[in-house]
């Protein structure tokens, strides 16, 4: 028989040689055996003792690599060896010598076959060295049609409204009006707008509120205010839910613009304006960023010169640096601005002042005297006009000066309450320490808005699956779960940070000083605007393509909120106070003892005392020990302690050797700001902890539970780099600690869409087509 | 002496009092003493034995926290305090204590000064725990105006012109001829246009490209082409300098729709299409992408069924799910589509194949039973316009089968060199290797290009500074560094691994085989494109504000390339292809050896093989071990290799238990990922040591064997948490390493805009006002 014959038949013939015929279906079946495996194994059936010749001529010539057989034959042997083993008992395994000698003969005891074929068959099994079993399994079974509707929808664990009222707090009822509000058809979203057209619709959004009074929610009821900053937080994190540019807009007009003028001013300048700020007549600015001095903002070079014969002072941008950048309601709205500049009287400076200063007529035209460009387009928040601005000796009347922190008499004399410049302008930065706090909560709600959506995308989309089975919905991958639901336990935990950081916020009278809750939003703000970022990036990738395309609205999420990491204190630069604020409470802590004439301050005490509370070197391993929350607890805060203690160690040896403190402290930065990360994570678990405690609900409880191991256990497994250098962490702790977490998302994952939904996102906001929920 | 009248007083007169004036500025300088210590110190200064009366009369009453100095008197101190500090002598470290006796009195000696106030000085100063030198040093310090022109821009340490040269390697002046066609005003980027009119601005570039015979660079001669699929590559990549929209056009025209014309099909295909498809007569689409099917495209399920009596294909789209979906040119542009769909004839299936099917006629109308609809908005690329395919029993003549690897016959035969349909699907596949590797360098241009921005923008920005002194450039902070200066040696380092992979991939017959190149470029693709999308988001936050500004490119840059980590292979799912293969490659090892009759494969063996090789066991920590390239690589391909061997043991152990394959498989997914991604890095090394090898030029190999050091530290430090946990790393050898990469930093920073400059992005693509170039 000549090979062309050979290569056109479609199956062997004689016993012996069907015998093998699973040995020619391993051999050309899908990256199984390389070429020269092929031939080797070719090789191998010819040298065995007493080869039938029927073998040699019906199977050897198709196991020749240069001469594949036909997609026919191969085909026909599949479907022979198929139907075979489908009609063999279901609960055996078999293996292919077993295969095969079964379709050699009827009995399927391979009785046909010659004794040299029967003894080779498993020696030749083995020496392929394939998982034998496994293929006959494979071949045995058909991949269904994916059955329909077996997504995880099973009845949630746990009562949703019941954890939505627990994330909602004592502002419930104002939310849920929120809810409704942007749910109206007023709020949909618009087909697609030029950028001057999305601005009059943010507007148009902005009036509808102030309209509703939810504008003048934090200034006091005399002047048309709800004088609940509680009830202004929850609305700027709830509009979140909706249009990113509505809530900065919100935000720069009632927040920062109406904020200052009533945290920064007095009497006088309440009567005249928060009514009308309120309630939307008066649109105005913040303008303190300078294109020069963006985070450096104590040094901004704007000026206003006081001159007593007018009773005025004189508003000027000394140069191009000085210009006032990013400034939201300028470009187009902005009638009035706050404009902070360097008060000048009387020869002397006294630091950054505000000034209130028209730069607009009501019906829109530039005041004389200013400068007002476009910022043009960005990433994102495109519905905001950003505008810069120039002051070219304008002068405002004296009573302009917000002057509660400093005054400036008829002729000239200044007098403050707070002696040095600097602490002065740091208090009045202290006020606007809300804004901070409300912008990482309506991160934090868009970081929820991309989880929703990658969730239930997650839990619908199917992709792959074993062999021959239908396809699995995406969440069922270890990969897909670690993705998102080490991310989703972090969200409940930074939520329960911020309200636990709102509350002692809003509970403070304005003054109380705000040091404490001020180093708290900035660590907070930083952790909180990370977690968003990275979360929306994961979020959009999760949901692959589908994450890319517009209507699915995770792309606009981020390019909105992308520059949350930037404004209100750009990040590194505040994890970096937060550091330096750390470090003085530290030396403090050990100059009060000083000052007090008590015992000095030894650094090896102080290792001594982590280390009798340091719970890490316990070789504790069992699941029980590692989610209990203090051992997690601990671990976080004995990092902190330790990173704390550390860097103030390195600082004062650097500092002992005369190096230059600015040296000495870029030399430690990347130190500081890892302190400062520890630090914010630690109040984090902290305030989850406390908060979880509040829960009533048994099965609520223990959903967040879950989430706080969850939570704290990936936290100590991505920084393990640390644990472990710290020697505080061994191997078999580290891995087990990474078992737990995979054990954790496991026991998350059907739980995972009742989580988001209990974020009660309107689907009229979240307005995904992938992602909108089927509960509510 | 009243109070009041005390408050209005601005400095004390007597020596005594004078002497504790640097205690009163300490009492009230930002952020010294809380309100606390300020009574302990009025405290301890009137325990002062035999304290003078004039001292409780002119100095305690500033002490009262109740009722702080005025600004005037605050300043009044301030002023006397620096003008004194100024006049002595500049090189002496002096306490508080010394500068108070010094301003008590002419002479400097303080002998005016009662002998109880002089001997309680040094204790007072001691006992509030401040820095009195550096508060000194603070008090003499004035803040100069920045000097300008001190950016660091030294000359180069080497010869910027050779790196470029080096970078573009043997296409060296096809690109240089791309930089000035780039430059060229037609390429100018238009103001902000509409979704259609830039679809048509991306079009009228195509022409230009195909015009310049640029598209058909890969074909050969005889279709119009030039035979250079290296030239084609190369391209691709010059492209993503400019516009991306116009790169993944750019690539599906000529790459996947005429590659795979000229890949999958025969000469009468090459013949019929390839000139028209060159020069952008014929433009079309590759409709492979189905929306239930976007990774899994072996199960795709358009169908093609053959029908011998018309001798055509009837091309069909069954349900929703198989809709054709994000097909490039497919809303606007295209006439033809490559189709991919299942084939049937004579009743059997025989897999995925392509079929050349017409979309549109010539003038432009949808042709009929084919329906199109478009993709709409995205994040970004809405220069290309992609859409959506339906089928309604399309009829094709049999030659439209693509038919290279599976042919039909007029009757319905089928036949193909390549026995099993999925070997089949999988050889058609690799040959789409080419548009993975493009999109991998593609996506490290747009890296290029943020990091050209961002390092440019670093150096020129400035911001905070020593206490008094000119701001400093931001490059200058370590926090800065560490964003970007590791993240520009791994682009040096994976643009040596893709330069390398492509060399080997053009040099490449397409009849050899292409499985280790895909695999290759399946792992490099991943590791590049997550090394993209995570350098734009750090070069976009680097920037602050003016990075958020859409002017400055960066947000258009990471709209654009965020789907890289998705299309051309989701990188999840290439990862764990790719670890895969490094299973079976492995399980293939020990099969040959089973195969021969060797000895066979305990895991002990690896293990001891492992330990030998390891070079991580050492203690060493100095520089010259750390930054040898015989280190470097040990770690990575330790850290590889023993990643594969527990990856295996792992899933073994599960299959000899009996689990299901896939449920083994989810459950060490994350460990494959890793797998996979430690097999990427250590490819990436090896191929930067073997590419900086080539390198004559001396001072340009120096400095690229300090960025392999970097990048190489920099991967092992990111990843000490495994390198720990494997024991094979000790603390004190982390912490070498962690201030290895700090000091690198610092060695790199002066290098680093000369570096971003050797890329040779003209400024007519960078377009960025905040990063353009000084030096071309």
């Given at each position: 028989m000549s090979e062309a014959d050979v290569s056109r038949r479609t199956l062997p013939e004689s016993p012996d040689a069907l015998a093998l015929l699973p040995m020619l279906y391993v051999a050309w079946a899908d990256g199984v055996l390389t070429p020269a495996e092929i031939s080797l194994l070719r090789d191998r059936i010819e040298s065995i003792h007493d080869l039938p010749s029927v073998v040699r001529e019906e199977v050897c010539p198709y196991l020749d690599p240069s001469n594949p057989p036909s997609p026919e034959a191969y085909d026909r042997w599949v479907q022979v060896l198929?139907?075979?083993?489908?009609?063999?008992?279901?609960?055996?395994?078999?293996?292919?010598?077993?295969?095969?000698?079964?379709?050699?003969?009827?009995?399927?005891?391979?009785?046909?076959?010659?004794?040299?074929?029967?003894?080779?068959?498993?020696?030749l099994e083995g020496a392929v060295g394939v998982d034998g079993p496994g293929m006959v399994r494979e071949l045995r079974e058909q991949r269904p049609e994916p059955a329909t509707g077996d997504r995880v929808t099973r009845p949630a664990r746990f009562d949703i409204e019941k954890l939505t009222r627990h994330l909602d707090g004592d502002r419930h009822d104002h939310i849920d009006h929120m809810r409704t509000l942007l749910s109206d058809p007023a709020f949909a979203y618009p087909p697609k707008l030029t950028t001057p057209e999305y601005r009059e619709q943010v507007m148009e959004w902005l009036t509808i509120l102030a309209d509703q009074g939810l504008g003048a929610l934090s200034y006091p009821e005399e002047y048309g205010g709800g004088g609940d900053m509680g009830d202004f937080i929850a609305t700027f994190e709830a509009l979140a839910m909706h249009d990113q540019s509505l809530v900065v807009k919100y935000g720069v007009q009632f927040g920062l613009f109406g904020g200052s003028v009533y945290r920064l001013g007095t009497q006088k300048h309440h009567e005249r304006y928060l009514d009308g700020i309120g309630s939307l007549e008066i649109p105005g600015c913040f303008a303190m960023s300078e294109l020069g001095h963006g985070s450096n903002v104590r040094d901004i070079q704007t000026t206003a010169t006081y001159d007593p014969e007018t009773e005025t002072f004189i508003i000027s941008t000394p140069s191009e640096a000085a210009r006032k950048e990013w400034i939201g309601n300028a470009a187009v709205h902005g009638e009035l601005a706050v404009v902070f500049a360097q008060l000048k009287t009387q020869g002397m400076h006294h630091g950054v002042h505000a000034f209130i200063v028209p730069i607009r007529t009501p019906s829109g035209e530039v005041m004389p005297d200013v400068r007002i460009e476009d910022c043009g387009e960005k990433m994102g928040l495109n519905g905001v006009d950003n505008g810069r601005l120039w002051f070219d000796d304008v002068r405002v009347p004296r009573e302009n000066l917000l002057d509660r922190f400093g005054t400036v008499a008829a002729d000239g004399t200044y007098d403050s309450p707070i002696p040095s410049s600097g602490k002065r302008f740091f208090t009045m930065l202290g006020t606007l320490v809300g804004g901070r706090i409300s912008v990482a909560r309506a991160g934090l709600m868009a970081a929820k808005s991309g989880l929703t959506i990658a969730v239930r995308y997650g839990n619908r989309r199917r992709q792959f699956g074993p062999k021959d089975q239908p396809e699995v919905p995406l969440l069922t991958y270890r990969t897909h779960q670690r993705r998102l639901l080490p991310r989703l336990a972090k969200t409940y935990a930074i939520d329960a940070a911020l309200q636990n950081l709102t509350e002692t916020y809003i509970s403070r009278s304005i003054d109380e000083g705000l040091e404490d809750v001020e180093a708290s939003?900035?660590?907070?703000?930083?952790?909180?605007?990370?977690?968003?970022?990275?979360?929306?990036?994961?979020?959009?990738?999760?949901?692959?393509?589908?994450?890319?395309?517009?209507?699915?609205?995770?792309?606009?999420?981020?390019?909105?909120?992308?520059?949350?990491?930037?404004f209100e204190g750009d990040n590194t630069v505040l994890l970096l106070q937060v550091a330096k604020g750390l470090l003085s409470d530290f030396q403090r802590e050990f100059r009060d003892l000083n000052i007090?004439?008590?015992?000095?301050?030894?650094?090896?005490?102080?290792?001594?005392?982590?280390?009798?509370?340091?719970?890490?070197?316990?070789?504790?391993?069992?699941?029980?020990?590692?989610?209990?929350?203090?051992?997690?607890?601990?671990?976080?805060?004995?990092?902190?302690?330790?990173?704390?203690?550390?860097?103030?160690?390195?600082?004062?040896?650097?500092?002992?050797?005369?190096?230059?403190?600015?040296?000495?402290?870029?030399?430690?930065?990347?130190?500081?700001?890892?302190?400062?990360?520890?630090?914010?994570?630690?109040?984090?678990?902290?305030?989850?902890?406390?908060?979880?405690?509040?829960?009533?609900?048994?099965?609520?409880?223990?959903?967040?539970d879950r989430l706080r191991s969850l939570f704290a256990l990936h936290a100590i497994e991505t920084d393990r780099g640390w644990f472990l250098e710290a020697g505080v962490l061994g191997s078999a702790k580290s891995k087990a600690i990474r078992t737990e977490v995979n054990r954790l998302c496991e026991e998350v994952r059907p739980d995972a869409e009742a989580l988001v939904d209990a974020f009660a996102i309107p689907d009229a906001s979240l307005a995904a087509p992938i992602g909108t929920g089927d509960r509510h």
């Open positions: 198929r139907e075979h083993v489908e009609a063999l008992p279901q609960d055996r395994r078999m293996t292919l010598a077993e295969v095969g000698l079964s379709i050699a003969s009827a009995g399927g005891d391979g009785a046909a076959v010659s004794s040299s074929v029967r003894a080779a068959l498993t020696d939003a900035n660590a907070l703000k930083a952790y909180a605007t990370r977690h968003t970022t990275d979360t929306l990036q994961e979020a959009r990738e999760a949901c692959g393509g589908q994450g890319y395309l517009h209507e699915n609205r995770i792309s606009t999420l981020m390019a909105d909120t992308d520059v949350f990491t930037t007090l004439g008590m015992v000095r301050f030894v650094a090896k005490d102080v290792l001594e005392r982590l280390s009798e509370t340091n719970p890490l070197t316990s070789s504790q391993t069992d699941p029980e020990h590692l989610r209990s929350r203090d051992f997690q607890m601990n671990a976080l805060d004995y990092r902190a302690d330790r990173l704390l203690q550390t860097a103030a160690q390195r600082l004062r040896a650097r500092l002992n050797d005369d190096i230059d403190p600015f040296d000495a402290f870029i030399d430690v930065q990347d130190h500081l700001k890892t302190l400062a990360e520890a630090h914010a994570e630690r109040v984090t678990l902290e305030a989850f902890i406390q908060e979880n405690d509040t829960v009533e609900d048994e099965s609520v409880r223990a959903v967040l």
